[in-house]
């Protein structure tokens, strides 16, 4: 499951946080924060206009921890009122945290498994996050009366007894304990230590995502004929007692069960309308959509036609599945679809979709993401094994957050067009080789942890990077080769101390480098190598393009077998591709604009890039 990655990641990120100073604004590159009274407690203001902060993490060894409503700080008072995602994730030392009468927000994965006890929800409340009391002993909660945003699984995996809600909130009711709406038409959240049968009263016409834990000890729910939604693991109880989904559901958002048998329901001898069974599979109505597999195991091949695998089709399978084979066809991998099994698969082509934590754990000879992808959800392949290389598409702007986190990879393959690396991007990756890796003209902007402790050592940046986020501890990174003219903006952390031999940045730049401040001027002299020859890869200098400047075409030529030639302008647009399969291959540019391009050349023995002037 992603819990052991998201344990990391918030590891990764307290440690980024240790490396910051107070300064007045977060960002996606930089986390400040503000260290209150030695307590352990992290604090980070969120706005100097309206004096409002949030407890953004706690490493702290205390029993009880009590969240300051006001503290002080340069002269002015600021009120707690917010408690950050994942702030007290995993804190399995503390037995209760007090919050003050001022929280107003708690975020997602806020006290996910910390094991304590949180004996009052402020009556300032408005917003819950998706598992933050998932794994408290809280055996009680009372909704206050301001309380509008419960985000669906925010009291899962709870040793609940019952949910009390305050008689002024107009938005939720308890009933016997559960928690639903105000007019009983969803069920939002069941205590997990009710025990027996539970059977959903007729009414309500929607059971939110998680809303029975797998920690629940109910060993059978009846589901009511007036349901019409289910969301994602909605029914996530152990044990193999088949689930019968009545005839009038007509969305079913993700598997809504935990590795336990579904079957339809009829009723009055009319079958669903909105789903069908084709053998163990349950899909839509037109065959387009795998909600799930019954009695999945072994290897499974997901059959022609199947174009979406559903939010946690396959989640969870370990030591059942071995392979999931999916078929060309598939454009979506929905949320954590094949998250958490540790088992094999494959990538097809016209994937365009791949949602947040899809591939988790799923072990890949390679991953080729296809041109046109059109969305990478955050920790997509987090942990993941890839046992040769991972290929990003020139389409791609953007990779996501932690979209590698804890991966085992032997190497990755760039395309230009790429604009920016995310949050924990590549954080703690395995297994890779030790060649130098050429990032694309096109990149603009590294995020806070993007290379956290991963095993990229020898980088080289040939466009002009305006921003370099702050790193886990520092990068591994030991030799980095820089393309700026103007040094961009550097924070704390990138270059680890124990790594760093050497930062080659362009002819005549040396001393600008040396003078720029910031976090550059922390860096040795020493260190600054000028480089008065093109950057250039061992690939680069065995590849050539001839003539250059070019008006009418250009022959392209290497001591390598080439591949693909591909010419894109400055801003990552690919404008000319070509199949070769030979030593060089000549490109008629003549209907190219006077400009310069960028030509990549893919060889087997790697990937060249370079500039092509046309006249």
């Known amino acids: 499951m992603k819990k052991a990655i998201l344990i990391l990641s918030v590891v990764f990120t307290a440690a980024i946080q240790a490396l910051a100073q107070p300064m007045p604004a977060a960002n996606r590159y930089y986390q400040p924060y503000i260290d209150y009274n030695n307590t352990g407690l992290r604090l980070s203001i969120t706005s100097y206009e309206k004096h409002t902060a949030m407890v953004l993490s706690y490493n702290g060894a205390n029993v009880n921890v009590d969240v300051p409503e006001q503290f002080e700080y340069e002269g002015d008072t600021f009120t707690v009122t917010s408690i950050n995602d994942y702030a007290f994730w995993n804190k399995c030392s503390m037995r209760q945290v007090t919050l003050p009468a001022t929280i107003e927000r708690i975020g997602s994965y806020a006290f996910f498994d910390s094991k304590t006890t949180i004996p009052n929800l402020p009556d300032s409340l408005r917003y819950v996050g998706e598992h933050a009391f998932s794994g408290t002993r809280n055996y009680v909660f009372t909704i206050p009366a301001k309380m509008k945003d419960i985000v669906p699984s925010a009291f899962s995996q709870n040793g609940l007894d019952i949910f009390y809600v305050d008689s002024l909130n107009p938005y939720y009711t308890a009933v016997d304990g559960v928690l639903y709406t105000k007019d009983t038409s969803t069920l939002v959240a069941c205590p997990s230590n009710k025990i027996g049968t539970f059977v959903v009263p007729e009414g309500v016409r929607r059971i939110e995502a998680y809303a029975f834990s797998w920690t629940c000890l109910f060993t059978e729910i009846v589901l009511p004929n007036s349901l019409r939604e289910i969301g994602r693991r909605a029914i996530e109880l152990s044990g193999t007692t088949p689930i019968h989904i009545p005839a009038g559901v007509c969305s079913i958002e993700g598997n809504p069960v935990l590795n336990r048998p579904v079957i339809l329901d009829s009723l009055d001898g009319v079958p669903n309308q909105h789903y069908r069974f084709e053998g163990d599979r349950l899909v839509s109505m037109d065959g387009d ?327």
């Open 289 to 615: 959509t795998l909600i799930l597999w019954n009695n999945a195991s072994g290897e499974i091949t997901v059959p022609q036609g199947i174009k979406v695998i559903a939010d946690e089709c396959f989640a969870n399978y370990e030591d059942i599945i071995t392979r999931v084979n999916l078929p060309e066809g598939i454009t979506t991998l929905g949320i954590n679809s094949l998250q958490g099994s540790f088992f094999k698969s494959n990538m097809p082509s016209t994937v365009r979709h791949i949602k947040e934590y899809a591939c988790e754990g799923v072990e890949f000879d390679s991953i080729i993401l296809p041109e046109g992808i059109i969305e990478i959800g955050s920790g997509a392949f987090a942990g993941a094994v890839v046992n040769t290389f991972v290929r990003f598409p020139s389409s791609l702007k953007c990779i996501s957050d932690s979209m590698f986190l804890q991966s085992k990879v032997n190497r990755f393959e760039f395309s230009e067009g790429l604009e920016e690396i995310g949050i924990n991007a590549f954080a703690l990756i395995r297994g890779m080789n030790s060649h130098s890796y050429r990032f694309p003209y096109t990149l603009r902007r590294i995020c806070n942890g993007a290379f956290g402790l991963s095993g990229f050592h020898d980088c080289v940046f040939t466009g002009e990077l305006d921003t370099i986020g702050a790193q886990l501890g520092g990068s591994t990174i030991s030799s980095c080769r820089l393309a700026n003219n103007v040094p961009p903006m550097l924070y704390p952390g990138f270059f680890g101390s124990n790594n760093l031999q050497q930062i080659v940045v362009p002819c005549g730049m040396v001393p600008v480098y040396q003078a720029a401040g910031g976090e550059w001027d922390k860096i040795a002299d020493s260190l600054f190598v000028e480089n008065c020859e093109s950057i250039a890869t061992l690939e680069e200098n065995h590849t050539y393009l001839m003539p250059n400047p070019a008006s009418e075409t250009v022959t392209v030529a290497s001591s390598f077998r080439i591949g693909d030639v591909e010419v894109y302008t400055l801003e990552g647009r690919r404008i000319l591709a070509s199949r070769v399969d030979g030593i060089s291959t000549t490109l008629d540019i003549s209907q190219l604009p006077t400009s310069t391009y960028i030509v990549r050349i893919s060889t087997n023995n790697g990937t060249a890039y370079k500039k092509l002037v046309v006249k």
